[in-house]
């Protein structure tokens, strides 16, 4: 999914052609054709579930011993996956080379993990980014008080802010909440900058895979692809790199939810929000551009 929307991306906003995306890419030209005709899920292509290690096999215990004997040893001092597979060519292995490579680097994630630690510009372009959060919040619905959550959208540049209220924290939820916030502010960023919550993100890895700190999830995926947005997901636990609508959460808090708001419906709700996050950014001047209001 991460390679479509790489390619829609290239074509669409880049306006790259399809040969220069071929190269680029390492694709042929007909798969280009494909991925930017394609609408839907990801295309679906026969994979082995795991691979086959009869070769390996009984040599696996040898392996592992050899390399939780390296672990204590000074980093010089410790064996490649080319001298591991020599050894055990000698101690009667027949295998490939490839496979040796493969479990010794999936052993040293899983017995070492470490953090990859990723970098988020704070400052940035009109239109580049917008910082996406939760809060949860409580209101007075037809005289009822009820815990609602509250989607939290910032646009990095301009500092405009969109707030909505739902009733829950569902991925349809998330979906509806960028939908209402594209049509608010009559656009859509370039690039989107989240927090890793299990509808966003399916794996945070601890060290990094191919290039990749994390699997996002495949329904959020196909929403970028949609709008053409790249996603970014912050480091975990560094709240920091999104602290524009980390802030936003108490701001909105005091100025909107104290006292608790009072209305007959969820929509009743939303129109006010909406109303009172344009007020705000009318009458108020941008922090860094002082002769200009946020509107």
């Known amino acids: 999914m991460e390679t ?80 591991l597979f020599e050894g055990l060519q000698k101690a009667g292995y027949q295998g490939a080379y490839d496979s040796i490579q493969r479990w010794v680097k999936a052993w040293k ?7 990859h630690q ?6 940035f372009r009109p239109g580049e980014a917008y910082q996406f959060d939760w809060s949860s919040e409580t209101v007075i619905l037809d005289g009822v008080a009820m815990a ?24 349809e939820m998330v979906f509806a909440a960028h939908q209402e916030a594209f049509l608010a502010f009559e656009g859509v960023p370039e690039r989107g900058i989240y927090d890793n919550p299990k509808t966003i993100v399916d794996v945070v890895y601890h ?7 994390r699997d996002f999830n495949r329904r959020f995926l196909a929403l970028m692809n949609h709008y053409l947005i790249r996603p970014t997901a912050c480091t975990v636990a ?19 939810f104290t006292p608790l708001p009072r209305f007959e419906t969820l929509d009743q709700l939303n129109t006010w929000l909406w109303e009172r996050c344009q007020e705000r950014a009318q009458n108020h001047a941008h922090p860094e551009q002082k002769t200009r209001t946020i509107w």
Request: no cysteine; aromatic share 10%.
């Open 207 to 213: 060290r990094s895979r191919k290039g990749q700190e």
């Open 109 to 115: 994630a899983n017995v070492r993990p470490g953090l």
């Open 4 to 83: 479509i929307a790489k390619v829609r991306r290239l074509y669409h906003l880049d306006k790259e052609t399809v040969s220069h995306i071929s190269r680029k890419m390492n694709l042929s030209r007909a798969t280009v054709r494909k991925y930017l005709d394609h609408v839907g899920d990801e295309p679906k292509y026969p994979q082995r579930k795991s691979r086959p290690r009869p070769q390996l096999g009984a040599f696996e215990a040898i392996l592992q011993q050899w390399l939780e004997t390296d672990a204590h040893l000074p980093r010089k001092q410790k064996r490649t996956a080319r001298r």
């Open 148 to 171: 609602i959550k509250v989607a939290h959208f910032r646009l990095t540049y301009s500092r405009m802010s969109f707030v909505r209220a739902y009733p829950r924290e569902t991925q």
């Open 238 to 256: 560094a709240g920091w790199e999104k602290g524009q609508v980390e802030n936003q959460v108490g701001n909105i808090r005091e100025w909107f």
């Open 118 to 123: 990723a970098f988020i510009p704070l400052s």
